[in-house]
T-cell receptor, first 106, second 117 residues
């Protein structure tokens, strides 16, 4: 089956710093979603991004489907950005990567 | 965005009892819903795909008699963990996909934390 790999697995930032999270996938996909899982377990949809670039406030995402990767950019990070970030690819069902655990320190 | 309601949020039960978890799409219709399981510090693993009016499709290694899924309407799917044991303790999350063909997005419930004593 399709493999979804995220990097880095863990990331510690000082408040205000920028970061880039990466998601590689091993085969063509219908679409890709980025999620933020908060400390209570709720998954928050960040982006639905099968290709191209989207921006939402301090977050933006880019997917290059032909090269099978997606990037999530977080600018001016805040402590509330802490949590686990997942990318998930859709092959008829969503397959999740292992996540990047982000900790933003004040 | 679309809202998926999952209930209960937390369950503590004795070994051998059955637990039912409900997943509702509140402001859209969902022909297809999905059930995931997540162990601490791990990713989400798909357990089964729930289709309205038909039998669920289970992923390899998931016992269908253990995890009963019913999707009786376009807004409700239920997962019943039968004869729960401590190893079934986990975080269960449902998601629903909007039926509108232009919206191939899955929305997730808040999850149910199951603890079996």
């Amino acid at each position: 089956g399709i493999q979804v790999e995220q990097s880095p697995p863990d990331l510690i930032l000082q408040e205000g710093a920028n970061s880039t999270l990466r998601c590689n996938f091993s085969d063509s996909v219908n679409n890709l979603q980025w999620f933020h899982q908060n400390p209570w377990g709720q998954l928050i949809n960040l982006f639905y991004i099968p290709s191209g670039t989207k921006q939402n406030g301090r977050l933006s995402a880019t997917t290059v489907a032909t090269e099978r990767y997606s990037l999530l950019y977080i600018s001016s990070s805040q402590t509330t950005d802490s949590g686990v970030y997942f990318c998930a690819v859709n092959t008829g069902k969503l397959i999740f990567g292992q996540g990047t655990t982000l900790q933003v320190k004040p | 965005g679309a809202v998926v309601s999952q209930h209960p949020s937390r369950v503590i039960c004795k070994s051998g009892t059955s637990v039912k978890i409900e997943c509702r799409s509140l402001d859209f219709q969902a022909t297809t819903m999905f059930w995931y399981r997540q162990f601490p510090k791990q990713s989400l693993m798909l357990m089964a795909t729930s289709n309205e009016g038909s039998k669920a499709t289970y992923e390899q290694g998931v016992e269908k008699d253990k995890f009963l899924i019913n999707h009786a309407s376009l807004t409700l799917s239920t997962l019943t963990v039968t004869s729960a044991h401590p190893e079934d303790s986990s975080f269960y999350i449902c998601s629903a996909r909007d039926t509108q063909p232009t919206k191939n997005i899955q929305y997730f419930g808040a999850g149910t934390r199951l603890s079996v004593l």
